[in-house]
């Protein structure tokens, strides 16, 4: 494995105490490894006013489990779960965003998401202006753009390669 | 109230410790709430070679999933991770019942009931009939059928009354 | 077969002169067949101002029908013929509610109950809400929910048990 | 209204002794009329081994009842029951042709024909070839497509026009 | 070949500088041939205020990408290309007719000609009644209603025969 | 704009005579559009005996048509045209890739991929594992899943920010 990669892995580790899955399956592909992460970063590790860290991973919550991607949400619903301060959140997100604990804001983030997740054809520029009325500004349309987008991807990789959450994750933050 | 709801939830919080939210959310109709409790007790408070309990939980978490149905996959999958005794089964099952920890005889149950769950026309009695190679008889399919179809009902009474799960449930068994 | 059941079936085949199969079929597992009775009456033999009998049973068609029901198509279509003492309505509810001869708050009840049956996790609260234009309140909008559910598991058991409609039903009320 | 299309509409009415209501929504456009009436006579008045007249009926039926069109099912169930002395069966075929009193060969073609009907993209010609197991021949495989080719338009048309069923249909050859 | 199918052959080949395969495979049944180039002509070679011939070209590229038609997305491409004067609109309705350079009439008529095509019974007059806000009168709204109904099937008659489109198709117009 | 990405610009538009819109759209945001041509170039410019150059572009036009992607459809069919050496073929692989002219292998490859792209909760591992009787080996697979899943993404990216394909890309390689 290239160092960089195993030095962001010894990063994780250490920072959460294991190594979380998603690191070894897609390390078989260094470089195609590195720029999923470096989608990652730029996306997830950010805060804006309108689009806290905890609403991306609400996002990916809601459309992973629109794609069925076991990883994804087992993982990314323990970080959803400890990034709310909400140990429900989660769980509600994946079976029905539309009856979970979220506010109206949220609720039309989770939508569009997940409309854009399973038929990206049907949602025009009009609908993604919609969201400026919950106070999103044009980059911040685009992050829930580009996270359902390379969480697609994620979820894809995670079926293809029958990636499974570490044991640890099903219980983090609850 | 009348007395024999009473009495069931009293029996039913002396035992798990809560009332669960269904029984108060089903105690505005009395008669409909018998009939769901007689549906209940009778398919799921059994088991056969070919179908156990845990089983029969599975095929709740599996459909109610399918149907978006929060209350029953979080009170029924915290019920599926004590019987199966495994505590990742249930988030398995809700989130990609294909790619869960299951058999192959499970995995055949499954497949077959969410799609009855979501399309019921297109499940021949060929298709049932393909349950015997796993050793299901006459009576357990019937029994995989009519617990579809009663907890398609109760997915929907859960949507209608915006049921929540009890907040015991989500970590129950984990 | 259980006193209880054969007084039912007695009863039931002195008032239409047969014995609807739907009584044969069900008897093979008497507290199952009880339950259902039991929901059934509670919510069929009931009418209020704005949900009458009729209405009901056009529930029951449309329903059956989305979920390709050849029992209670057939059955309730009589059922409905008689009821709505309109020998026409029955069949046009079960091809294209859309066309059939409805008025608007039985439109928007075929509209919603459809939807309900076929995809429960797209109905909101707020949608419920909106038969309350109708003049419907939250009893009614209850027994809509409920019929459309408990009849979602008579049209899986009816599948289950490939159960078909009596000859004299097809063309009774005509 | 031109001199043939009139003479066309007394032979029909003579014969059944009502104007079904078809030549009335046509006429507005003679010479989409006659086209249609081309077609209509030269696809279902004629019977091979392999697909009789009844067959063709049933194919209108099924197609018919998956795209929802109230007076071709009602009309072309009519002419079902009639050809094939059978007064149930139109019922069943357009509430769900796969328990309707069919036999293999009749199974094989609503099959294939209700997805030619909704997703005619994923009919191969090797799923055509098929039906030659049944003792379809190559013409007999065109008609069966063609069938359900002319009569989506006509579905087509009866949705766009709001054509009624004339009342005597709903009772024909009950 | 009947004579009048052989001179209107001769009269397209002679325009074109190549016989259409349509012509081909469909002369194999003269009579159909004859109704569907009736059909074809009535309502293609026509133009009003609201429906210009490029506009009915439109339609039919719109629709036959929904149903998935190579033949006629191909050849009714070239013939878009060159009725619109716009070489690049017919692959832009192909493949994401929201997001061709349409205005918002012809959006609108391809929104509705879309799901008429797909899920006809979705339809209602209402809607169609819509498409008078952008002009359209009931002989138009009746075109795009027939034109879709036709198109439907001369799509199916394609997937049928697995017509090819003449090379020349594709680089017609641009 | 970064001197990277500059230079990228720079060295495309002098092999390809102009600057391709998707280089302008995705500059916005460097540090995604780095990670987006990492992937690119590491999936795309690479050939394995089963996984022809061709054969990668042939997945991007069928997944891209089934998201309806425009620019993704008319680039990359220009691509797959060129390295293809087949003028026909994109055109029809976005239509209709079962129609297309591909052998048994390529059509394997577009089935699974673009049941993948749509739904991917579907597809399992050993329906990927079909894909090695068409020669294909592990490798291979990854490859195909990993381009339906960038190129996933590539749609949707192309969809959030309205991307136009140049002209020059419709009449590339006819």
Known sequence: MPDDLRERIVEVAEKTGFIPNVFLAL?????????????HDTLMDKATPALSKADREMIVVATSAANGCLYCVVAHGAVLRIRSKNPLLADQVATDWRKADLDDRQRAICDI?????RQPETVTIADWDGLKEHGLDD????DVGAIVGVFGLSNRMA???NMRPNEEFYSMGR
């Open 27 to 39: 390390a078989h592909r260094p470089q195609e490894a590195r720029a999923f992460f470096a989608y």
């Open 113 to 117: 998401s997940v409309r854009f997740a």
């Open 139 to 142: 980059d911040d349309i685009w």
């Open 159 to 161: 079926h293809l390669t």
